[in-house]
DNA sequence: AGGCCGATCCTCT
DNA sequence: GAGGATCGGCCTA
């Protein structure tokens, strides 16, 4: 296994200041026919309600639900939750237990398993750079890249030794991010909370967003 | 390169 | 009963 697991605390944290850290780190899934790993590229924060402003784009924006519940339990847990009736999206969550708030994960560089990703996703092994972006540039896209799935994967703990789905720190570091605002949202649409690792060529969105057209960078910190 | 459209179904009001 | 943190195909240019 490549890396080491990241502390609790480090998802103990206002999610707009969890983002930004978060990339870099590996999302890796043991799976029974073998490891797959990304490298986390693209995120977006999403708020609970306890806060002011509210954001109103969270899922946890009314309350718990049976569909968000995760989101007011502990950190470092994975919410996978489905959506168009055929994709799959998973988040990261934030705060205290008792508080909402969570990390959308829109975009990984495959690590190791490429060739079984693009298995999954039922495409045809390419070389070169645009592969990667068609593999897990975008957030259902990278779920079915490392087939994750509600039934399967909902609730679990991402930070303990023996889950089958880990967040884990192989020491790359991303001293910059790309701040622009939050894709494919009608509520709160001005808000900067997406971050993605500038010049990558596996981020989400159309290439005006892809490559931070009216962005700004902050230092990583 | 960008815009529109349909697929498809779960969740909450 | 409506709408959604998407994707891929098809259209125009």
């Excluded at 999403?46 to 950190?75: E, I, K, Q, W």
């Excluded at 808000?191 to 159309?206: E, I, Q």
Aim: charged content about 20%; glycine content about 10%.
């Amino acid at each position: 296994m490549p890396g080491k697991l990241l502390a609790r605390s480090f998802f103990e944290a206002r999610p707009e200041q969890v983002a930004p850290r978060l990339l870099g780190k590996l999302l890796v899934h043991r799976t029974p026919s073998g490891l797959l790993a990304g490298r986390i590229v693209e995120v977006e924060a999403y708020l609970g309600p306890h806060n002011t402003p509210p954001d109103p784009a969270a899922h946890s924006h009314r309350g718990p639900t049976p569909r968000n519940l995760v989101l007011f339990g502990p950190a470092g847990h994975a919410y996978v939750y489905s959506i168009y009736g055929r994709y799959f999206c998973m988040n990261i969550t934030c705060e205290p237990e008792g508080r909402a708030g969570c990390i959308l994960l829109r975009a990984l560089e495959p690590v190791v398993g490429a060739d079984r990703m693009a298995r999954n996703r039922g495409l045809k092994m390419e070389s070169g750079p645009c592969a990667a972006r068609e593999l897990t540039g975008g957030p259902s896209r990278l779920c079915q890249a490392l087939r994750l799935t509600r039934p399967e994967h909902n609730g679990l703990d991402l930070l303990d030794a023996a889950s089958l789905l880990q967040v884990r720190d192989d020491g790359v570091r991303v001293s910059e991010a790309l701040v622009t605002p939050r894709i494919g949202i009608r509520h709160a649409a001005e808000r900067l909370l997406r971050f993605a690792v500038p010049d990558c060529h596996c981020v989400s969105g159309p290439k005006s967003v892809a490559k931070g057209f009216r962005s700004a960078r902050v230092l990583v910190c």
